[in-house]
């Protein structure tokens, strides 16, 4: 779920994996690993790909719960 909500929240603020990367100090292949599952983010991660978003990782995380409540209503 994280990374599904990474992906959605980098495109509606129309950043590239790349520019991501850039912000956060973090690999570009990094970010598509998040995005893609296979990886989870560490504590330093989050907080560096939040502030690259203009975010804080309550909100970040707020809304990886909502997405996780959804699924679990529909399933």
């Not at 509606?12 to 790349?18: F, G």
């Not at 560096?48 to 975010?55: L, N, P, R, V």
């Amino acid at each position: 779920m994280f990374g599904q909500v990474l992906k959605s929240i980098r495109k509606v603020q129309k950043v590239s994996q790349e520019e991501l990367a850039f912000r956060s100090n973090l690999d570009r292949t990094f970010i598509s690993m998040l995005e893609r599952g296979i990886h989870q983010p560490t504590l330093n991660s989050l907080l560096a790909i939040d502030a690259a978003m203009d975010m804080n990782a309550a909100e970040l995380v707020g809304l990886v719960e909502d997405e996780m409540e959804n699924y679990q209503k529909i399933n």
